[in-house]
């Protein structure tokens, strides 16, 4: 009898450890994959931290090593001062704020209504809307046209490029987001004798706040770190962080000098951080929300 039981105990066991060990196996992927991912992402993160406190002549071997002595903070100061930081970074905040809240403006709106009516003719409107997502400006035909109305080398004129850009990426967020409001709420205020801006401002802006919170950290990621339409836009008028970087590090200012350049990139990446890190959950909440229905 004894060893009827020991024989169904042992079975007992050889099953309960085959039904635990794909548990097991999916447990140890994940966490493989979750070490690869950490891995891959500190690994540039450190080289751009050591390679900023470095001294020049350790700069260049361009390797993980730590320095023989932490010159971060002397680095920071001479980028700060050397580079321009402080008037390029006020160019920065001067054509991303306005910009970015523009197109927050009046993509909502232009998505309120798009979403609401259904017709052919507002489906080809939408369809006209996001195709800003897959086709890119013409860049020269933009600039002639600046230059026709006086709004060339301006913040004004780097505004309008940068609204007329990322208003597409509004449209598509925000109308998926709308439409999946219930248009009762809309109908009882209109009852009560609202005006379409009240019933705006006053229910649906509210409402939009996940979406809204990533459609805005999305414009200041590419606005913010632009070069490109500025380099033309701006022709050497204007300065913003990124296109400082570019003018600085072609006039010879940062030449074979990566741990200058490297503390630049710190310190115009660190508003970024900061603001993500701060609205990541707003970012993951509007996705899910807006974008995927």
Same mark, same amino acid.
């Given at each position: 009898?004894?060893?009827?039981? /020991?024989?169904?105990?042992? =079975? ?16 140890? =992927? ?5 070490? &690869?991912?950490?891995?891959?992402? &500190? ?5 751009? #931290?050591?390679? /900023?406190? @470095? ?5 260049? @071997? ?6 023989? @002595? ?16 402080? &008037?390029? !970074? ?10 970015? !809240? ?10 309120? +209504? ?12 939408? &369809? !006209?809307? +996001? ?14 046209? %600046?230059?026709?109305?006086? %709004? ?6 780097? +505004?309008?490029? $940068?609204?007329?850009? $990322?208003?597409?990426? #509004? ?27 009240? +019933?705006?401002?006053? %229910? ?17 990621? $590419?606005?913010?770190?632009? #070069? ?14 990124? !296109? ?14 990566? =741990? %200058? ?33």
């Amino acid at each position: 009898m004894s060893s009827v039981t /020991a024989q169904y105990n042992g =079975h007992k066991e050889q099953q309960t450890f085959k039904s635990q060990a794909p548990r097991w196996r999916r447990i140890l =992927h994940n966490a493989t994959v979750i070490i &690869a991912m950490l891995a891959l992402l &500190a690994v540039p993160f450190w080289l751009l #931290v050591v390679t /900023a406190g @470095k001294t020049q002549a350790e700069a260049l @071997k361009l390797d993980m090593s730590l320095p023989d @002595k932490w010159m971060l903070l002397e680095n920071f100061a001479t980028v700060i001062k050397d580079g321009k930081m402080v &008037a390029a !970074l006020f160019g920065s905040i001067a054509v991303t704020v306005p910009a970015v !809240l523009i197109a927050i403006l009046f993509g909502s709106m232009a998505s309120w +209504i798009l979403a609401r009516r259904t017709t052919k003719p507002m489906a080809f409107l939408y &369809a !006209l809307g +996001i195709s800003g997502l897959i086709l890119p400006p013409a860049v020269v035909t933009v600039m002639m046209l %600046l230059k026709m109305i006086g %709004l060339s080398g301006t913040a004004l004129g780097m +505004i309008c490029v $940068y609204v007329g850009i $990322y208003l597409s990426t #509004v449209i598509f967020f925000v109308t998926g987001f709308i439409r999946t409001i219930p248009p009762s709420l809309e109908e009882s205020m209109r009852v009560d004798g609202a005006k379409p801006a009240r +019933i705006f401002f006053t %229910l649906i802006l509210p409402l939009l706040s996940p979406t809204i919170a990533t459609a805005t950290i999305l414009l200041i990621l $590419y606005i913010w770190n632009d #070069v490109f339409y500025a380099l033309f836009i701006l022709s050497g008028k204007m300065s913003t962080l990124p !296109l400082n970087l570019y003018n600085v590090a072609s006039a010879g200012l940062y030449l074979n000098n990566w =741990h %200058l350049i490297f503390a630049y990139i710190i310190l115009m990446s660190l508003p970024l951080l900061i603001i993500f890190a701060a609205a990541q959950r707003k970012i993951i909440s509007g996705i899910t929300g807006g974008a995927v229905k």
